[in-house]
């Protein structure tokens, strides 16, 4: 296991994502992972939620730096607030991240639409805490995105804090998600491990998972789906003490979308 800091920060009106990733890259720091916020999914509903969901912070920027890389006291200057977590992560995973987020951000992907999502379920049960289901809000985020962002892959942070003896059954709900539903909707767990001491340890929480998805569309249309809302009712929701998603997007080191355009084509 190797320690992974995760950062959630927001940057001073005026600085750029891109001059603050040249910044990084001056003091030689290349991210393990580099994206873009582009908004909360799911509001963490107590842990880290004052510091999160402070009035007027808008996150820019969700950055995964190696054991050991700190960012450079220069860079301060530059944030206007930040968020950490250290994670414990597998070695293995981490040196193999660079190689799996290219290969899945050049993956053919297809487009599709709401209109294609058989019924549009949720869930029937009054809205949970945590609970993933596709919302009239989210639809209408969804239409108001441009093209180039709707259609670009995006890369969801879940940060999981677990009720006392729910470990075992949030595990079960990983395993049913692959067998039944993440690979149904290109829905492909990065990295995931423990958080270990850092402010978000203090705060509660337990484990963190950096989920792919071909396009904001795949991860909307799995939430409404009726094999997904199965495997989260009967796993997922019980589990979780507390629980955010912030959805990201992976971009270069000049700060644009990291994958190609897709194609008029449908593929
Ligand atoms: C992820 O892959 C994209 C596309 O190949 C690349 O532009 C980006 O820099 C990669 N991200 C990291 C952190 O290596």
């Known amino acids: 296991m190797v320690v992974c800091h995760l950062h959630i920060i927001s940057l001073k009106s005026g600085v750029s994502v891109a001059g603050f990733l040249a910044k990084l890259g001056q003091h030689g720091i290349k991210p393990v992972f580099q994206a873009r916020v582009l908004r909360w999914m799911i509001l963490p509903t107590e842990m880290s939620a004052g510091h999160l969901l402070a009035r007027n912070t808008h996150w820019d920027l969700f950055l995964g730096l190696e054991s050991g890389v700190v960012l450079p006291p220069s860079t301060q200057a530059d944030v206007a607030a930040i968020w950490s977590a250290s994670c414990g992560v597998g070695a293995k995973a981490l040196a193999g991240y660079s190689s799996l987020n290219t290969t899945l951000l050049n993956q ?47 890369s969801m942070l879940n940060l999981l804090a677990f009720n006392p003896g729910k470990i075992d059954q949030y595990k079960q709900y990983g395993v049913e998600f692959a067998k039944r539903v993440g690979s ?34 795949h991860f909307a ?18 589990a979780l003490k507390d629980t955010f998603i912030l959805c990201c997007q992976e971009i270069n080191d000049r700060g644009e979308s990291a994958a190609p355009r897709l194609g008029t084509s449908k593929l």
């Open 221 to 238: 249309s799995m939430a409404g789906s009726k094999d997904y809302q199965e495997v989260n009712q009967q796993y997922r929701l019980g």
């Open 184 to 217: 149904r909707h290109g829905g492909r767990v990065k990295i995931l491990g423990r958080v270990v001491e850092s402010q978000a340890k203090d705060d509660g929480w337990d484990e963190f998972a950096y989920v792919h998805y071909p396009t904001i569309n």
């Open 108 to 154: 053919p992907r297809k487009s599709i639409t709401l209109a294609d999502v058989p019924g549009h379920e949720t869930g029937g049960d009054a809205p949970r805490p945590g609970n993933l289901e596709l919302s009239p809000e989210w639809v209408q985020w969804i239409d108001s995105l441009p093209a180039d962002v709707r259609e670009h892959p995006v």
